[in-house]
């Protein structure tokens, strides 16, 4: 049954890939403990937000990468994402410069 | 397993999705087809009702603080549905239901032309009239023209033209369609809550909607059921479209119908939630008192609100817009697929430059995500950031005119069948046209300042939408009716439709831009009586209220065109228009699983007139060389 | 005819159906949120006075709600690898364990709402609350939906394990990939709510 190759392919594969997952979570723990250790510092806000998010992008590309499989994801996801990424960032971006750009400021 | 016998023959080699009875046959299947038909035909509707709703508008700006003719409106609404309701011969049927429905939509109409909360002594209130704008545009846009081109053409046609057995995910397909029919219910009930519909235009912009009647809240959560909808429904055409294409056809293989569908998938997949966003935070506002769209300082009928204020209404307008503009594209683009489909067909040519209009179409969608602030060019906007969005909206006027460029193109040399699905097609290259060249005064800031509000706008997208997008529709019904029906429509009474249409529809919206350039705005009540600059102009209002009117009358031609063929339409074999594309390469009507063995294509779309063959058309799937 | 690539990848796109389907589903999920945290920054720097949010909110409750949300993700992509390696009794250990912290996530989150609710902090008092609340509201919506899929792939859909194994593993890694993105969206609001 090919239900079954699928799976047989996998099997070794997984127990590195299991090893990796705990890693993970181990790197997420700290990277966690050490962002809440640094707000207690009362940073000025720009510095803040540098560490914060800085940490956060990390946390957050190591759940996409392992536990999403994005590491090894095909080109047709990468494409979806990218498209999304873009506007993403111009729904971010441009109404904050419209803000910034204002006559009746 | 169940095998039920029906009447045409079934030759499905996987017979145990057989369905039986009425309610899992026509209600609750899975099936594309047929629920592509009932999103064409709940569209249909609503579509039907929205044009009504405007009639009922244009009598108070031609006559204003005159008393309404209300019969005049719901009598033609109730006769279709008595006829249809009689016709059926009283069996459950899809007719019967219908003919229900026409007589329940006759019966709404009656309650929004009456009524002392409307049209105390007949005349209607100012309130009321803003309830009509707002509902007739969110109907024809969100419940009309979108769920027929996408929803009903989008879930007939692609599975068929990409051949498929059915869209990727049946339920999640059904899911969509009721989503969207509850979305669609809401709105209509909310006509009948306390203080009626929502009346904040269909952009419902912050504040104002913020502090309106109930109808706002319910138009809030209508939205949410049709955004749903609509995200369901995007997934599965995108899935549908890159992983069922059947053997052999490859991305540049696929009709054009099928890429726009495609990019429209996008538009939805990517520019709704941000509405669906915008639209929880306004519910939020409504309902637990924040303050999100609500600045400080708000005073409402010289009472201070009581809100924490520090919100933003600009904001509101970018979330909105960020939907909004691609929604346009939304709404142009299947229309686009659809013309270009038929014109293929029936100049008996290839289009010309499929290539570049396929990447016109992909830049096109690319691009509509960043325009949407040339909507918001009077919210106080620095010279920065509109020639950014000036400079996004001409640019993406050039992949518009590529595509209609090379539709104009198509034409040359074709020895071209004038059918009833062709004429509007034809219609819809000029149509589109003058909709889309005047809007590029719009997409410029100093021009906008000008024209922003006024009925030029007006005309501006309903050039657009109804004779561009609508007819494309229209000439979508023709030209598919056969395959779904088994008979096409009547020639004569679709050349009444067509010409009636096409004469009375200019007359109702070339003049819009004559009063708009006056500086009439759109939303005044009585048409611009009591302003002295839309004196000079006013005389067009009667002018545009009697083809509006006529308009309808045309449109009732097609209803009795539509039913009539139903029985006795001319019997379509199963290419009726000896076209190319894979849907008329499989019996009529399809079967479950659509292709009675799985079609393995080797050509493109549009093999027309190719010389030394004995057809001038050679199916996709059609290997035989020697013809 | 079937429906083609329920359970095997098309060689061409090398994805079955819903895989490619939930990503999809996820773009749309990344511009809805994306859309709410244009409006957190829009409103903030648009804002005379806002609060930094330890001023406000319980920082060891949230930092201990990050780390159950986590460890789910972890247990969630765990009983998809036994799947994998064809142990089904560990697979219901692990999803079990996911619907756990879950549970666990809600009640944490509750004790939070309820303690703002009587120290008198609405949707309504400020700005900052409005979208604390929409926020971590809709969030909770999401790990709510999460544990309504969890729950059947682990109760009355886990009987496809005995006939389709490869069908069900694969709608177990479909359930992951939105578990982890629902992961994904806290480990962003976590900071910028509370820490900044």
Same mark, same amino acid.
């Given at each position: 049954?090919?239900?079954?190759?699928?799976?047989?392919?996998?099997?070794?594969?997984?127990?590195?890939?299991?090893?990796?997952?705990?890693?993970?979570?181990?790197?997420?723990?700290?990277?966690?403990?050490?962002?809440?250790?640094?707000?207690?510092?009362?940073?000025?806000?720009?510095?803040?937000?540098?560490?914060?998010?800085?940490?956060?992008?990390?946390?957050?590309?190591?759940?996409?990468?392992?536990?999403?499989?994005?590491?090894?994801?095909?080109?047709?996801?990468?494409?979806?994402?990218?498209?999304?990424?873009?506007?993403?960032?111009?729904?971010?971006?441009?109404?904050?410069?419209?803000?910034?750009?204002?006559?009746?400021? | 397993?169940?095998?039920?016998?029906?009447?045409?023959?079934?030759?499905?080699?996987?017979?145990?999705?057989?369905?039986?009875?009425?309610?899992?046959?026509?209600?609750?299947?899975?099936?594309?087809?047929?629920?592509?038909?009932?999103?064409?035909?709940?569209?249909?509707?609503?579509?039907?009702?929205?044009?009504? %709703?405007?009639?009922?508008?244009?009598?108070?700006?031609?006559?204003?603080?005159?008393?309404?003719?209300?019969?005049?409106?719901?009598?033609?609404?109730?006769?279709?549905?008595?006829?249809?309701?009689?016709?059926?011969?009283?069996?459950?049927?899809?007719?019967?239901?219908?003919?229900?429905?026409?007589?329940?939509?006759?019966?709404?109409?009656?309650?929004?032309?009456?009524?002392?909360?409307?049209?105390?002594?007949?005349?209607?209130?100012?309130?009321?009239?803003?309830?009509?704008?707002?509902?007739?545009?969110?109907?024809?846009?969100?419940?009309?023209?979108?769920?027929?081109?996408?929803?009903?053409?989008?879930?007939?046609?692609?599975?068929?033209?990409?051949?498929?057995?059915?869209?990727?995910?049946?339920?999640?397909?059904?899911?969509?369609?009721?989503?969207?029919?509850?979305?669609?219910?809401?709105?209509?009930?909310?006509?009948?809550?306390?203080?009626?519909?929502?009346?904040?235009?269909?952009?419902?912009?912050?504040?104002?909607?913020?502090?309106?009647?109930?109808?706002?809240?319910?138009?809030?959560?209508?939205?949410?059921?049709?955004?749903?909808?609509?995200?369901?429904?995007?997934?599965?055409?995108?899935?549908?479209?890159?992983?069922?294409?059947?053997?052999?056809?490859?991305?540049?293989? %696929?009709?054009?119908?099928?890429?726009?569908?495609?990019?429209?998938?996008?538009?939805?997949?990517?520019?709704?939630?941000?509405?669906?966003?915008?639209?929880?935070?306004?519910?939020?506002?409504?309902?637990?008192?924040?303050?999100?769209?609500?600045?400080?300082?708000?005073?409402?009928?010289?009472?201070?609100?009581?809100?924490?204020?520090?919100?933003?209404?600009?904001?509101?307008?970018? %979330?909105?817009?960020?939907?909004?503009?691609?929604?346009?594209?939304?709404?142009?683009?299947?229309?686009?697929?659809?013309?270009?489909?038929?014109?293929?067909?029936?100049?008996?040519?290839?289009?010309?430059?499929?290539?570049?209009?396929?990447?016109?179409?992909?830049?096109?969608?690319?691009?509509?995500?960043?325009?949407?602030?040339?909507?918001?060019?009077?919210?106080?906007?620095?010279?920065?950031?509109?020639?950014?969005?000036?400079?996004?909206?001409?640019?993406?006027?050039?992949?518009?005119?590529?595509?209609?460029?090379?539709?104009?193109?198509?034409?040359?040399?074709?020895?071209?069948?004038?059918?009833?699905?062709?004429?509007?097609?034809?219609?819809?290259?000029?149509?589109?046209?003058?909709?889309?060249?005047?809007?590029?005064?719009?997409?410029?800031?100093?021009?906008?300042?000008?024209?922003?509000?006024?009925?030029?706008?007006?005309?501006?997208?309903?050039?657009?939408?109804?004779?561009?997008?609508?007819?494309?529709?229209?000439?979508?019904?023709?030209?598919?009716?056969?395959?779904?029906?088994?008979?096409?429509?009547?020639?004569?009474?679709?050349?009444?439709?067509?010409?009636?249409?096409?004469?009375?529809?200019?007359?109702?919206?070339?003049?819009?831009?004559?009063?708009?350039?006056?500086?009439?705005?759109?939303?005044?009540?009585?048409?611009?009586?009591?302003?002295?600059?839309?004196?000079?102009?006013?005389?067009?209002?009667?002018?545009?209220?009697?083809?509006?009117?006529?308009?309808?009358?045309?449109?009732?031609?097609?209803?009795?065109?539509?039913?009539?063929?139903?029985?006795?339409?001319?019997?379509?074999?199963?290419?009726?228009?000896?076209?190319?594309?894979?849907?008329?390469?499989?019996?009529?009507?399809?079967?479950?699983?659509?292709?009675?063995?799985?079609?393995?294509?080797?050509?493109?779309?549009?093999?027309?007139?190719?010389?030394?063959?004995?057809?001038?058309?050679?199916?996709?799937?059609?290997?035989?060389?020697?013809? | 005819?079937?429906?083609?690539?329920?359970?095997?990848?098309? *060689?061409?796109?090398?994805?079955?159906?819903?895989?490619?389907?939930?990503?999809?589903?996820?773009?749309?999920?990344?511009?809805?949120?994306?859309?709410?945290?244009?409006?957190?920054?829009?409103?903030?720097?648009?804002?005379?006075?806002?609060?930094?949010?330890?001023?406000?909110?319980?920082?060891?409750?949230?930092?201990?709600?990050?780390?159950?949300?986590?460890?789910?993700?972890?247990?969630?992509?765990?009983?998809?690898?036994?799947?994998?390696?064809?142990?089904?009794?560990?697979?219901?250990?692990?999803?079990?364990?996911?619907?756990?912290?879950?549970?666990?996530?809600?009640?944490?989150?509750g004790f939070e709402y309820g303690h703002k609710f009587e120290l008198g902090?609405?949707?309504?008092?400020?700005?900052?609350?409005?979208?604390?609340?929409?926020?971590?509201?809709?969030?909770?919506?999401?790990?709510?939906?999460?544990?309504?899929?969890?729950?059947?792939?682990?109760? *009355?859909?886990?009987?496809?394990?005995?006939?389709? *194994?490869?069908?069900?593993?694969?709608?177990?890694?479909?359930?992951?990939?939105?578990?982890?993105?629902?992961d994904l969206v806290w480990i962003f609001l976590f900071p910028s709510l509370?820490?900044?």
């Amino acid at each position: 049954m090919a239900d079954e190759m699928h799976a047989a392919d996998h099997s070794i594969d997984i127990r590195k890939h299991v090893r990796t997952y705990i890693a993970v979570f181990v790197a997420l723990l700290a990277l966690t403990l050490i962002t809440v250790s640094v707000s207690y510092l009362h940073l000025s806000i720009v510095p803040a937000v540098i560490v914060a998010l800085f940490i956060a992008v990390v946390k957050g590309s190591l759940v996409g990468s392992y536990f999403m499989h994005l590491i090894s994801e095909r080109k047709l996801i990468y494409a979806v994402l990218l498209l999304t990424a873009i506007f993403f960032a111009a729904l971010m971006f441009l109404p904050l410069e419209h803000m910034s750009d204002n006559l009746s400021r | 397993m169940e095998q039920v016998a029906t009447s045409h023959a079934h030759a499905d080699v996987h017979g145990n999705h057989e369905e039986s009875g009425f309610w899992r046959r026509y209600i609750f299947s899975v099936d594309h087809k047929v629920i592509g038909v009932q999103y064409g035909l709940t569209a249909l509707l609503f579509l039907f009702f929205g044009f009504t %709703l405007m009639t009922i508008m244009r009598w108070q700006l031609a006559h204003p603080g005159e008393p309404i003719p209300a019969l005049f409106f719901v009598v033609p609404i109730a006769a279709i549905g008595i006829l249809v309701f009689f016709a059926s011969g009283f069996k459950p049927s899809i007719n019967m239901l219908l003919g229900a429905l026409f007589i329940g939509m006759a019966g709404i109409v009656y309650y929004l032309t009456s009524g002392d909360e409307r049209f105390p002594g007949g005349i209607m209130l100012p309130e009321f009239y803003n309830q009509l704008g707002a509902m007739h545009g969110t109907i024809m846009i969100f419940l009309g023209v979108v769920p027929l081109a996408v929803g009903a053409f989008g879930n007939f046609v692609v599975p068929l033209q990409i051949g498929a057995p059915d869209m990727a995910f049946p339920k999640l397909n059904a899911a969509s369609y009721w989503s969207y029919f509850l979305g669609g219910t809401t709105m209509l009930v909310s006509f009948f809550v306390p203080g009626g519909a929502a009346n904040s235009g269909w952009t419902s912009y912050a504040p104002l909607s913020v502090i309106a009647t109930t109808g706002q809240t319910m138009w809030l959560i209508g939205m949410i059921f049709l955004i749903t909808s609509s995200l369901l429904g995007s997934v599965n055409f995108i899935t549908t479209i890159v992983q069922l294409r059947a053997p052999g056809l490859t991305f540049m293989r %696929l009709p054009f119908f099928v890429w726009a569908q495609l990019v429209t998938s996008f538009l939805l997949l990517l520019a709704f939630p941000p509405l669906e966003a915008a639209g929880i935070l306004q519910l939020m506002d409504r309902v637990a008192g924040t303050s999100f769209f609500l600045p400080s300082g708000l005073v409402v009928s010289g009472q201070p609100l009581q809100n924490a204020g520090g919100g933003s209404p600009i904001l509101w307008q970018h %979330l909105f817009w960020f939907l909004a503009h691609p929604e346009v594209y939304v709404l142009i683009l299947p229309a686009m697929g659809i013309v270009g489909e038929i014109i293929a067909n029936n100049t008996r040519k290839p289009l010309w430059g499929y290539k570049s209009l396929v990447y016109a179409t992909v830049f096109l969608g690319f691009m509509s995500f960043i325009v949407w602030a040339h909507h918001m060019f009077l919210t106080g906007m620095g010279t920065t950031i509109s020639t950014f969005f000036q400079t996004t909206t001409m640019i993406i006027s050039i992949p518009s005119v590529i595509i209609l460029t090379a539709l104009v193109l198509s034409l040359y040399g074709g020895s071209i069948r004038f059918t009833v699905p062709m004429l509007f097609a034809l219609a819809f290259l000029p149509m589109f046209g003058i909709g889309g060249l005047t809007g590029l005064p719009l997409g410029l800031a100093p021009p906008d300042i000008h024209l922003h509000d006024t009925y030029y706008v007006i005309g501006h997208f309903h050039y657009v939408v109804a004779p561009g997008t609508l007819f494309a529709l229209f000439a979508g019904i023709y030209y598919w009716y056969p395959k779904i029906v088994g008979r096409t429509m009547n020639t004569t009474l679709g050349k009444i439709h067509f010409w009636g249409s096409f004469v009375a529809i200019n007359f109702v919206f070339m003049p819009m831009f004559i009063q708009g350039l006056a500086g009439v705005s759109r939303r005044l009540y009585d048409g611009g009586q009591q302003y002295a600059h839309a004196q000079g102009v006013l005389y067009l209002n009667n002018v545009m209220s009697i083809a509006a009117w006529a308009l309808g009358a045309f449109q009732i031609v097609f209803i009795i065109n539509f039913f009539w063929s139903l029985k006795r339409g001319k019997v379509a074999d199963t290419n009726p228009w000896q076209a190319t594309t894979l849907e008329w390469q499989t019996p009529t009507p399809p079967p479950h699983g659509n292709f009675l063995k799985e079609p393995v294509v080797v050509r493109g779309p549009y093999d027309y007139s190719l010389p030394g063959h004995a057809t001038d058309f050679i199916p996709q799937n059609d290997s035989d060389h020697s013809r | 005819m079937e429906i083609p690539y329920t359970i095997q990848a098309r *060689p061409d796109t090398g994805l079955f159906n819903a895989k490619l389907g939930i990503w999809l589903f996820l773009a749309s999920e990344v511009m809805l949120f994306g859309a709410l945290f244009s409006t957190y920054i829009l409103l903030r720097t648009g804002a005379e006075t806002w609060p930094r949010g330890w001023e406000e909110l319980n920082i060891p409750l949230a930092t201990l709600n990050t780390a159950i949300l986590i460890t789910s993700s972890v247990t969630m992509v765990m009983s998809w690898a036994s799947l994998m390696m064809k142990d089904f009794k560990k697979y219901r250990r692990y999803m079990a364990s996911t619907i756990l912290l879950a549970f666990g996530f809600l009640v944490v989150k509750g004790f939070e709402y309820g303690h703002k609710f009587e120290l008198g902090h609405f949707p309504s008092t400020s700005n900052f609350f409005a979208i604390y609340f929409t926020l971590t509201g809709l969030h909770g919506l999401h790990v709510i939906g999460g544990i309504v899929v969890n729950s059947y792939l682990l109760g *009355p859909g886990s009987k496809m394990w005995a006939t389709q *194994p490869g069908r069900f593993t694969n709608r177990v890694e479909i359930a992951g990939l939105y578990w982890h993105f629902v992961d994904l969206v806290w480990i962003f609001l976590f900071p910028s709510l509370y820490l900044l």
